[in-house]
């Protein structure tokens, strides 16, 4: 090679596969199905259609290359895979919920919040006194969940959880409400036979269902239901004696409250939420709103 003659290197770079985007609203709609559970209650909460919801499943499906749901005939159930994804693309959506909710011009609380509780807390006491912070908060939009089952506030089957019994879970925030009272009620033509009614064998896990079984072992259950409602209609229509929590028997003339002198449950309730979920303002407002609610109805719930 000539003295002074340029040198040409020449060399090859490595193979770079460029890693797809992820799409948020992807992110948002796998939130929402893993929610709600089917296609059409999914396309309705995010009012779209069914083929816009399935289309955004794919999609992240696809990119992180597993399958995160199961399809099954009454719906879509979580994989492994879909269950692990939950817990990061929640918090995800949460937290541009919040984002949402900082960037907005006005000052309104607004978007969604999921409450639940046990049926009979909400049918019978609960509904009838929201229409207050409805007033306060019109752009709040409430969803209950009545369950007497614990649903996971860790994977954010709800934002805030009413629970009767000291809670198990030491990472939640847990505010107590008071006692709720029971009393032991039939009918005024009932009220002096010694017949109960009873909670059905698939209610072991409520603490009040285990009492009544065993204060009363020998004593026939001539109906049974794992509502506590039914529980006090039956008891009206002289099935029996029933359990029934004071605020559903309160006022009412067709139930009579008889054996006064027993020594009945007395569960605390507790409200429990995440701790990071309180610091957002709609799911903060709500609770506080129910710890004023409870403590201003003391009567039925005792500190």
């Given at each position: 090679?000539?003295?002074?003659?340029?040198?040409?290197?020449?060399?090859?770079?490595?193979?770079?596969?460029?890693?797809?985007?992820?799409?948020?609203?992807?992110?948002?709609?796998?939130?929402?199905?893993?929610?709600?559970?089917?296609?059409?209650?999914?396309?309705?909460?995010?009012?779209?259609?069914?083929?816009?919801?399935?289309r955004?499943?794919?999609?992240?499906?696809a990119?992180?290359?597993?399958?995160?749901?199961?399809?099954?005939?009454?719906?879509?159930?979580?994989?492994?895979?879909?269950?692990?994804?939950?817990?990061?693309?929640?918090?995800?959506?949460?937290?541009?919920?919040?984002?949402?909710?900082?960037?907005?011009?006005?000052?309104?609380?607004?978007?969604?919040?999921?409450?639940t509780a046990?049926?009979?807390l909400?049918?019978?006491?609960?509904?009838?006194?929201?229409?207050?912070?409805?007033?306060?908060?019109?752009?709040?939009?409430?969803?209950?969940?009545?369950?007497?089952?614990?649903?996971?506030?860790?994977?954010?089957?709800a934002?805030?959880?009413?629970?009767?019994?000291?809670p198990?879970?030491?990472?939640?925030?847990?505010?107590?409400?008071?006692?709720?009272?029971?009393?032991?009620y039939?009918?005024?033509?009932y009220?002096?036979?010694?017949?109960?009614?009873?909670?059905?064998p698939e209610?072991?896990?409520?603490?009040?269902?285990?009492?009544?079984?065993r204060?009363?072992?020998?004593?026939?259950?001539?109906f049974?239901?794992?509502?506590?409602?039914?529980?006090?209609?039956?008891a009206?229509?002289?099935?029996?004696?029933?359990?029934?929590?004071?605020?559903?028997a309160?006022?009412?003339?067709?139930?009579?409250?008889?054996?006064?002198?027993?020594?009945?449950?007395?569960?605390?309730?507790?409200?429990l939420?995440?701790?990071?979920?309180?610091?957002?303002?709609?799911?903060?407002t709500?609770?506080?709103?129910?710890?004023?609610?409870?403590?201003?109805e003391?009567?039925?719930?005792?500190?």
């Open positions: 090679m000539a003295a002074g003659a340029a040198i040409l290197y020449i060399f090859t770079m490595p193979d770079r596969k460029r890693t797809p985007d992820l799409d948020w609203q992807d992110v948002r709609y796998f939130v929402a199905l893993a929610r709600y559970g089917t296609l059409a209650a999914t396309a309705r909460a995010l009012h779209v259609n069914h083929a816009t919801v399935a955004r499943i794919e999609n992240l499906e990119l992180l290359g597993s399958a995160l749901f199961e399809r099954r005939p009454e719906g879509y159930a979580l994989t492994v895979e879909g269950k692990a994804v939950l817990t990061e693309a929640a918090a995800m959506d949460e937290a541009a919920l919040s984002l949402r909710d900082r960037l907005r011009t006005d000052t309104e609380i607004r978007g969604l919040v999921r409450l046990p049926r009979s909400l049918d019978c006491f609960l509904v009838q006194r929201l229409a207050d912070l409805h007033e306060r908060h019109p752009a709040i939009d409430l969803e209950l969940i009545g369950d007497s089952r614990v649903r996971s506030l860790a994977r954010r089957d934002d805030i959880a009413l629970r009767m019994g000291s198990k879970d030491s990472d939640l925030i847990a505010r107590r409400l008071g006692t709720v009272g029971y009393g032991l039939a009918s005024p033509a009220a002096r036979k010694v017949a109960s009614g009873g909670y059905d209610s072991d896990f409520i603490a009040e269902a285990a009492w009544i079984v204060r009363f072992p020998d004593q026939r259950f001539a049974r239901s794992n509502s506590q409602v039914s529980q006090a209609t039956a009206r229509a002289a099935f029996g004696v029933a359990l029934v929590p004071d605020f559903i309160a006022g009412d003339p067709g139930l009579k409250r008889v054996f006064p002198e027993e020594t009945l449950p007395e569960p605390d309730l507790w409200l939420m995440r701790r990071d979920l309180a610091k957002i303002p709609r799911i903060r709500v609770a506080d709103y129910l710890i004023e609610l409870f403590r201003r003391g009567k039925w719930f005792p500190a």
